[in-house]
């Protein structure tokens, strides 16, 4: 006699096919990055700056649909030009380009009388503003891939525990008028996760004191998924699900990377103050 077993109700909720198709594309864009990051120079820069201009470019699709395609490309053209300052020159550089361009991507839309032409504006910072905080990063003396590597991999970390706990064990919504599906049980299951994996990944990359791992990557689990709610709301907005469709079973570019946005910003501004004084990596 066949008995049939029957999956916990928690585990019934899981789509496969969906997760089937992240596990593929994750499997194809990992190596790419890891292999960018372990390179530097041109080809870490290259990498970086296709993908936020990817997602500046959907990020004027979220929060102003109608912005007229002349101003979308010279959108993308400034956040070019301000990585290109920010790898060939300096961070500084950097900083003053994305500055000028803020302003006159805003004075662009207000000319197409764009009644969101501060959140256009706003598109080059949010993208320019974490570019240069990971070129800088990744520009550390001696041991500036190792911190990129962790600073990705406590971020991964946190999607897969967030995803895994949300599923399994549900309960109470963490900001259901933003994101529906998000929990708190998915946000301690996150910051779980990247609290192992960040101590692990410290400790065999070299970090001097890993231990200051076991409290900086539980914070860059909730900055993450702080950075995840910011991108949710801005969907809400927009009435969308996904920023676009490029990632099978992950939506847009900018569904992967809103998380490691806050996350390259945090990290960069507590290396430059207490990492720096603390000299822990």
Not at 33 to 57: P, S
Request: proline fraction near 4%; charge should be positive.
């Amino acid at each position: 006699m066949r008995v049939a077993m029957r999956l916990p109700p928690a585990l019934q909720s899981f789509d496969t096919a969906n997760l089937r198709l992240r596990l593929i594309s994750s499997a194809f864009m990992a190596p790419i990055v890891l292999l960018a990051v372990y390179l530097g120079g041109l080809a870490y820069g290259a990498v970086l700056t296709c993908a936020l201009t990817i997602g500046l470019y959907e990020w004027l699709r979220l929060v102003a649909p109608g912005t007229r395609t002349q101003t979308v490309s010279f959108a993308c053209a400034m956040l070019v030009v301000l990585m290109t300052g920010g790898l060939l020159f300096s961070t500084a550089c950097g900083a003053v380009l994305g500055t000028v361009f803020t302003f006159v991507l805003f004075f662009l839309s207000r000319r197409d009388h764009n009644e969101q032409a501060s959140w256009v504006a706003l598109g080059i910072p949010y993208m320019g503003i974490s570019g240069l905080a990971l070129l800088a990063l990744r520009a550390t003396p001696n041991n500036g891939a190792a911190l990129v590597f962790y600073l990705l991999i406590t971020v991964w970390s946190t999607d897969v525990g967030a995803f895994a706990a949300g599923r399994l064990i549900g309960g109470r919504k963490l900001a259901p008028t933003l994101s529906p599906n998000k929990t708190w049980a998915g946000l301690f299951g996150g910051m779980a996760l990247a609290f192992v994996v960040g101590y692990l990944m410290a400790s065999l990359l070299g970090a001097k004191h890993p231990e200051v791992a076991l409290v900086l990557s539980p914070v860059l689990a909730a900055v993450a998924q702080g950075g995840d709610l910011f991108e949710s709301a801005l969907k809400r907005r927009s009435g969308v699900k996904e920023s676009g469709d490029l990632i099978p079973g992950h939506g847009g570019i900018l569904d992967r990377i809103d998380g490691l946005v806050f996350v390259g910003i945090f990290v960069f501004l507590f290396q430059t103050t207490i990492g720096t004084w603390i000299n822990w990596w």
